[in-house]
């Protein structure tokens, strides 16, 4: 089925799929790929689109992507598989289950070990209202991989505050280019929480065949930009 009609709806497996050898016929606004016919957003498909393509199958994610559009999909009669990654150790068994129903060889890659030391961060995903990265996430499993303890309030995303977060301890704050892309015009307003460190969001959040080039890419700027 490697040369299957594919929509999908999840950036980081439309990166995977075109890592496989397998592009999609569409995919959302968000992943990265002018070259390909967009079918809405993540969280706003276009579902009649994408019936009207007859895609053998659809790629979600239950945190990309929304359930009402999974069904409203599979209404439609069309074969859809929702992936669900939590964790790095989610990634394989996802990767490989939908290399199988792709027909696609998969070899699960080796992560390096950690050989940070342990850091505590603040990680900002948002701003206005301030949202940080918590638990379960894959995102707080990779820095935990990497020697980082991910602190913040209860729950995968949370609203906080920086008066909050500056009374955590955080060793550095990390802020990624994405969701919200921050940058260095955010730089003051984050110091008041601890030193901060700018990430690739893609490498944080994107799950896939970039996971293990990710690791070693966070793993070498958190080794040059973490407080001695």
Request: negative net charge; charged residues 20%.
């Amino acid at each position: 089925m490697s040369a299957a009609r594919v929509v999908s709806l999840v950036p980081s497996l439309s990166e995977t799929l075109s890592d496989w050898g397998v592009t999609p016929i569409a995919c959302t606004r968000f992943c990265e790929r002018p070259d390909l016919l967009h079918v809405g957003g993540t969280k706003d498909p276009d579902l009649a689109a994408i019936a009207a393509l007859a895609p053998q199958l659809v790629v979600m994610d239950e945190e990309e992507n929304r359930r009402e559009d999974f069904d409203a999909l599979v209404e439609r009669g069309l074969d859809v598989v929702a992936t669900r990654v939590r964790d790095l150790a989610d990634v394989t068994p996802a990767l490989t289950s939908l290399a199988r129903r792709l027909g696609v060889d998969f070899n699960p890659p080796r992560y390096a070990p950690a050989s940070l030391p342990w850091l505590r961060a603040f990680v900002p995903i948002w701003r206005r209202p301030w949202m940080a990265l918590g638990r379960p996430t894959y995102g707080a499993s990779l820095l935990a991989h990497l020697g980082v303890d991910v602190v913040g309030p209860v729950g995968p995303y949370t609203e906080t505050t920086l008066e909050a977060a500056g009374e955590l301890g955080a060793d550095v704050v990390l802020a990624p280019s994405e969701p919200y892309p921050f940058s260095m015009r955010q730089q003051g307003e984050l110091e008041q929480v601890a030193p901060v460190i700018f990430l690739d969001g893609r490498d944080l959040f994107w799950w896939g065949t970039r996971t293990p080039a990710a690791l070693e890419r966070l793993g070498s700027v958190l080794h040059k930009g973490a407080p001695r």
